[in-house]
């Protein structure tokens, strides 16, 4: 039996995406499968945890929860919206979860579609971490920024990652990724991403099914998803059919906002949020008027969805 370390990080405002994530999650898992989910928070009453832990209640997984210190991220560059200091828990995980060896890092505007075992045994050998590729790593940037300091080829995805955490530890990583910070702080604009793909000497590579876009998911052509003109810098189309067609995660990133943000949702997602505890349905203001655009149409897409 495979028994995996999941690193989940969010706070109580995208508590529908994380609910989601972790019950699409636990579906997906094989019987051979064990998930030890691990949330990075920044403080969670009794109550939201309870709730939290109904979606492992009855199943062979577990689930605890790490309160990280806003003071260890005092300063750090962010943005506005969803770009906190949250975005950067991940830097952690080595330190947090010292009783652990490799781990699996996910967002949690995600949906887990298929076992994340194999992703699992990705071999780490002398690798901190590996990712799904994104785009090819050159001054003419198409969407991601360069970078000088990044000599790598390509430009890797940090919303999925496979992560060596006891390399992590004799490397040091912690403090090489705020030096990284106080270097450059000021020029990050995809924050964790831009970082970790500065300060990593070397990205493992996962295949792309396990970043497989929204757009790209639903797309009858892979060449008209939004994503195309940066994932063909990486990927032919085939690779992108094959993506597509077999994901393992399908991930919710770019302008069309969140499932749960919008007046049209795609089925397969619609039926797990609804089967959420009603204390995990929170519908704050940001979701509300997030919704209350796409109603007006201010978010068109394509709501055809391949379930």
Known sequence: MADIPIILCFDDRILIGAGVTIKSLVTAAKETTTYEINIFNPGFDAVLKAD?????????????????????FEGVPKGRGSWTEIVYYRLLASEVLADRDKAIYSDVDVYVTDDLGDAFATDLSDIEWAGVAAE???????????????????IVFSGFMVMNLSLMRDRKVIRRYFDTIEQIGDRLRFFDLDLLNIATPQIGTLPLRYVVLEDLYEAEDVRQAADYRYLTTVYSDQEMEAARDDPAIIHYAGPRG??????????????VEESLPRGL????????????????GYRKHSIRARE
């Open 52 to 72: 939290l832990l109904t979606l492992v209640e009855g199943t062979r997984h577990s689930m605890r929860f790490f309160e990280i210190p806003a003071a260890r």
């Open 136 to 154: 090819t790593n050159t001054p003419e940037k198409i969407l991601h920024y360069y970078f000088p300091e990044n000599t790598k080829d390509q």
């Open 281 to 296: 349905r929170v519908f704050n203001f940001r979701n509300f008027r997030k919704k209350w655009l796409s109603r007006k």
């Open 258 to 271: 969140k499932p749960w943000q919008r007046q049209h949702t795609a089925a397969y997602y619609r039926d």
